[in-house]
């Protein structure tokens, strides 16, 4: 490198950052700047005037109390400044110049001598040639300095300050005192102290430095990641920013230009009734000039003839003016045309429900918990959890972050969901899907999708487990013989069961325990119990059809209907209303709570054929054929709506449809006798499932009741056994 690039170079080292000039008497901050102590001073003074008691490093903004005297010379010097300064006086001559170290003249110095480590005059110089003992040392003019030089001038050893040890090189450090010291002064002033030579207590010191720096090295790595890191989030924030004012900005230019194309529509709309009612009225007043056209003729001819006056004249012509005039007199006047009043209402005034979240939340790192499975049983309530995150992944909770969970059935209608927020970024999401099939859940956090949203749930069906059987073909207690209808009490779980040939109803606990029997003359086609918990009975070959009793068995008294022909299978309503078919006409029946009243009757068209059960829910009856094949569907009016199945022995046909009950899930279960099963429908007649296989091999389920703890309670006919489903 050239000497006076080498010079520049060193002068801009040693400048002073608040005056720009080379430093005088440098003074280091504890945050290792250096400046010159006069500008520090000033730095200071102009602080207390301020009142302040600190200033701040004017490069590193670190602060530190004013002493007390308002001046920093306290501070330690820098020695490499120092140390520049004393090589830029050898080059720079607004600097004080050095001085000759051997003579006591104070002359400039014009050489060094790096052997004896001294500046010397021109005089000294030559002197220290003619010398044989310093003629071979090594001098530089100062005049002639290379590159090479001004380093080594820098690096020259460093003489004791203290007096009369000026030309002692500093090459201890006392330990004790924690100073540098030379050979005089080790004897003098720091006798029997410890002490080490210069380069090995450096040495040490520079490990210890070195560590220390590496450290400093590290965190500023672990900083400047951090400073990239708060850039790329600086970044991403103002793009963020931008694409939501974008989002903003289109979605009000959209409602701009719907509110145009509105505004369009109804000035043509106004322009519309504007030209009807001025053809309107131009009509009218088509109407009232032609009729007052029509007036002024005959006024003015009728007036001349008055004016002259000739009586010939009036004779001819009277019969023919009082004819026109009457005409016109009475003829009929148009009316007035009244125009509408026409008001402009503002039916929904214009409310933008648009905000803007301001929120630490992060929606790519939020999440769902609790739906690793995605399987849930229909009508079972079932809930996840919603986590929300910052960009961190760490769970946080702003109040004004914005759930928005939908929940799309099969048939893509909306789900009620219930969101409870607990405050500490969790919230609890509760649902409870009332069908099977795959259910669409759909997340938004703070109008952006939860990541992995949307995602299928698939809700299963709830399936009939068998428990067990009861009973046997014969005449004993708990025994049957045809077992055509059942029935469970809502309240007590008891059941009824019609023992057809036995001409008996057996009640049976509700754990399906013989309790006690009702005998008839007769057979008890069907048995129903009431809302009072009542038994309802339907008895052939009696002419009181309908007979009551209580659970007991406790006859209550007849139901003698003039309505009823042949009546076969009853069933209760929930509103208490009773359900009969009549094979006498094909019809069903609807009676009053009490049977004295006839409400509603109706049959399938076009159907020569007798149903066999009918029940009514959801304001809809259904009701089996059995010699149809198929389950015929009507409205609460007694209207034909459609049918469910047809005959055959695939899912969803029958062969002699008999009993039917409804679940708590909605489901329609038909006994499909000769098929040997039941089969579960939704109410609008999809198939849903069956239950066959060894619990039917050789039974025909001819009647089904539930109980309210939604177990099934199937009867079968020739085999006279009732089959339980939890």
């Not at 961190?392 to 929940?407: A, H, L, P, R, W």
């Amino acid at each position: 490198m050239d000497v006076q690039q080498l010079f520049a170079n060193l002068k801009k080292e040693a400048e002073c950052p608040l005056c720009i000039e080379t430093v005088t008497n440098p003074k280091t901050l504890p945050c290792l700047h250096s400046f010159c102590l006069k500008c520090l001073d000033k730095h200071a003074n102009f602080a207390s005037r301020q009142l302040k008691t600190t200033i701040k490093c004017p490069v590193c903004q670190t602060s530190f109390q004013i002493p007390e005297a308002n001046t920093f010379d306290k501070l330690p010097s820098s020695f490499h400044l120092n140390r520049l300064v004393d090589v830029l006086a050898l080059d720079d001559t607004s600097l004080q110049s050095q001085r000759c170290n051997s003579c006591d003249e104070n002359n400039t110095a014009t050489c060094y001598c790096f052997v004896c480590q001294i500046f010397l005059c021109t005089s000294c110089f030559e002197a220290h040639q003619r010398l044989k003992v310093t003629r071979g040392h090594r001098n530089v003019l100062i005049d002639k300095l290379q590159a090479q030089d001004v380093q080594d001038l820098i690096h020259r050893p460093v003489m004791c300050s203290q007096q009369y040890h000026e030309d002692q090189p500093l090459e201890f450090y006392c330990e004790d005192c924690k100073v540098l010291i030379c050979h005089k002064c080790s004897v003098v002033s720091h006798n029997r102290h410890t002490m080490t030579d210069t380069q090995k207590a450096a040495q040490e010191q520079k490990m210890q430095m070195a560590d220390a720096v590496a450290k400093v090295k590290a965190e500023i790595a672990r900083y400047e990641s951090e400073i990239e890191k708060q850039t790329d989030l600086k970044n991403k924030s103002n793009n963020q920013i931008m694409k939501e004012e974008k989002k903003m900005t289109d979605t009000v230019e959209k409602l701009i230009r719907d509110l145009r194309e509105h505004e369009r529509k109804m000035k043509n709309k106004f322009r519309e009734m504007y030209e009807a009612e001025q053809k309107h009225h131009a009509t009218r007043l088509e109407n009232f000039e032609l009729v007052a056209t029509q007036l002024k003729s005959c006024f003015e001819r009728c007036q001349s003839i008055l004016e002259r006056n000739f009586s010939v004249e009036i004779l001819q012509t009277n019969h023919a003016i009082l004819g026109r005039c009457n005409e016109l007199i009475n003829v009929r006047k148009p009316d007035l045309y009244m125009s509408p009043h026409l008001h402009y209402l503002m039916e929904k005034k214009l409310d933008l429900m648009d905000r803007v979240v301001v929120t630490k939340t992060d929606p790519s790192k939020c999440l769902a918990e609790g739906q690793d499975s995605k399987e849930v049983t229909e009508r079972k309530e079932t809930y996840f959890v919603i986590v929300t995150k910052d960009s961190e992944g760490f769970q946080c909770y702003q109040q004004d972050d914005e759930i928005k969970v939908d929940i799309l059935t099969p048939e893509g209608d909306q789900l009620k969901t219930d969101i409870k927020d607990t405050k500490d970024g969790k919230y609890t999401v509760t649902y409870t899907p009332q069908g099977a099939g795959q259910h669409r859940v759909e997340i938004i956090v703070n109008g952006q999708p939860l990541t992995g949203s949307p995602w299928i749930v698939q809700v299963h069906q709830h399936q009939y487990q068998f428990a067990f059987q009861f009973g046997s073909k014969g005449k004993g207690q708990g025994e049957f013989n045809g077992i055509l209808s059942i029935d469970v009490n809502d309240k007590t779980g008891t059941i009824a069961v019609a023992d057809v040939q036995n001409e008996r109803i057996q009640v049976l606990s509700s754990e399906v325990k013989f309790r006690s029997e009702i005998n008839f003359d007769g057979e008890p086609w069907s048995v129903a119990f009431t809302d009072s918990g009542d038994l309802l009975t339907v008895v052939s070959k009696s002419n009181n059809k309908l007979r009551l009793f209580s659970e007991e068995g406790h006859f209550i008294k007849h139901i003698n209907d003039k309505h009823l022909d042949d009546p076969c299978l009853l069933s209760i309503a929930g509103d208490g209303r009773i359900i009969i078919t009549d094979c006498g006409d094909n019809k069903i029946k609807v009676l009053s709570p009490d049977g004295n009243d006839l409400l509603q009757s109706f049959r399938a068209p076009d159907c020569d054929k007798s149903p066999l059960c009918a029940i009514y829910h959801q304001d809809k009856f259904f009701a089996s054929y059995s010699f149809a094949n198929c389950v015929k569907v009507f409205d609460k009016t007694g209207v034909y709506l459609h049918d469910i199945g047809c005959e055959g022995s695939n899912d969803g046909q029958f062969d002699c449809p008999l009993g039917l009950v409804i679940d708590k899930y909605n489901r329609l279960i038909v006994c499909d006798g000769h098929n040997h099963r039941l089969q579960l429908f939704t109410l609008s007649g999809k198939f849903l499932s069956k239950i066959d296989g060894q619990y039917f091999k050789t039974l025909t389920p001819s009647c089904v009741a539930i109980n309210s703890a939604d177990s099934l309670i199937v009867g079968e006919y020739s085999n006279s056994c009732i089959s339980v489903f939890h």
